[in-house]
């Protein structure tokens, strides 16, 4: 899959996920245990955020300061909004190469839109799961994002953002959803 179909995918895949969030389960806890739902979903809105400042080369500081939002009741009509925007700027990029001033240092446009995917498409997951809902991710997207952390297989349990990392027990032949999870620090 190319990573602008990938992109395309995970955030459909999120959204989708998104639409059966109602506003009585906003309090309820997700697997990413210091977020309820609306932690998390204010958590793509400001990812969201970023990844289309950092495009129209917000400074790292700047990128920063999309840590310090709350969000209310509104969060997941903010939320449908952001990764549209985010959608149509990704689509926009003429030049992947193109330095971004991430928070986590500077990198290709190319990097950020594998974030990004990774990030909606682990995200749609939690979300899914805290609500009781089917996650609806696709094999082939699952295996984009999979490609795009195995390179931090060693260390992901380090790092502090993805849980303890792979569990071990879950071997190369099983579905890419399976590995991904698991890699991520996620236990279905």
């Known amino acids: 899959m190319e990573p602008l179909d990938a992109m395309a995918a995970a955030t459909s895949t999120f959204v989708a996920v998104l639409d059966q969030v109602g506003p009585d389960q906003l309090g309820a806890p997700t697997p990413c245990e210091e977020w309820d739902v609306r932690d998390l979903v ?26 310090n939002q709350s969000f209310g009741g509104d969060v997941v009509d903010r939320c449908r909004q952001a990764v549209a925007d985010q959608l ?24 950020l839109l594998e974030f990004r995917i990774g990030d909606l498409t682990l995200h749609a997951w939690d979300l899914a799961t805290a609500i009781g809902v089917d996650d609806g991710i696709a094999d082939d997207l699952a295996s984009v994002a999979l490609e795009q952390l195995l390179p931090m297989a060693p260390f992901i ?9 792979p569990s071990g027990s879950v071997g190369e032949d099983a579905p890419a959803v399976t590995r991904l999870l698991d890699l991520a620090g996620r236990r279905p």
């Open 157 to 165: 349990g380090e790092i502090g953002v993805f849980g303890p990392g």
């Open 88 to 111: 149509a700027r990704i689509g926009a990029v003429s030049d992947w190469d193109v330095v971004v001033h991430h928070t986590v240092g500077d990198v290709p446009a190319s990097r």
């Open 42 to 67: 204010g958590h793509v809105v400001m990812g969201s955020q970023m990844a289309v400042a950092l495009l129209d080369g917000a400074s790292q500081d700047e990128a920063a300061a999309f840590r």
